[in-house]
């Protein structure tokens, strides 16, 4: 209990011993992650700083973000630790743009599909790729928390879907 709901009650900042009075993103450590992130994008908008270069760049000291809650933590990491943000800063805009559009791209077939079935009565989508569409989508959730994009094993979860869709088409 005190590491599974306490902790995350306090990593939240929902707990009853509020010490700023707002709601975290995710945890300290995520948040301080994102604001690095953000700075460093302010800074590098239309090509980022390049593959794999976040932990480098993170430690510059225009970068650094402390916390008063936990001074080990001064949002440098390996990644930012969420796609969207990591495209933005090692990318810049060019590379953010693909995925994106592809999450766009997925949001509106499967709004599409659910406005068939509802108002129609019809089926746009077979099970089988509504399934894989739906699990694309989920990889590509813009709003939570996740590993490196360039890594190997990730690439992985979400290449193997967009094979088995162009297999199923």
């Known amino acids: 209990k005190d590491r599974v709901i306490d902790f995350t ?26 604001i690095t992130a953000v700075k460093i994008i302010k800074d590098n908008f239309f090509f ?8 480098e760049i993170c430690n510059e000291k225009q970068y650094l973000t402390l916390t ?6 001064n949002g440098c990491q390996a990644h ?4 969207y943000l990591q495209l933005l800063v090692e990318t810049g805009i060019f590379g953010f743009l693909p995925l994106f559009l592809i999450f766009m791209f997925l949001f509106f077939h499967l709004t599409k599909h659910l406005m068939y079935k509802i108002f129609y009565k019809k089926i746009y989508f077979q099970n089988i790729e509504l399934l ?3 699990s694309i989508f989920i990889n590509f959730w813009p709003f939570v928390p996740n590993g490196n994009f360039f890594n ?18």
């Open 132 to 134: 894989i569409l739906i």
């Open 9 to 34: 009650k306090y990593q939240l900042n929902i707990s009853n011993n509020h010490d700023t009075g707002r709601i975290r993103i995710f945890s300290i450590q995520h948040e301080t992650i994102y």
């Open 80 to 83: 930012p630790h969420n796609s």
């Open 48 to 55: 980022g700083i390049g593959p794999k270069m976040f932990r």
């Open 152 to 169: 190997n094993w990730l690439s992985s979860i979400y290449y193997l879907p967009i094979a088995l869709w162009y297999g199923v088409k």
């Open 68 to 73: 008063p809650l936990d001074g080990s933590i």
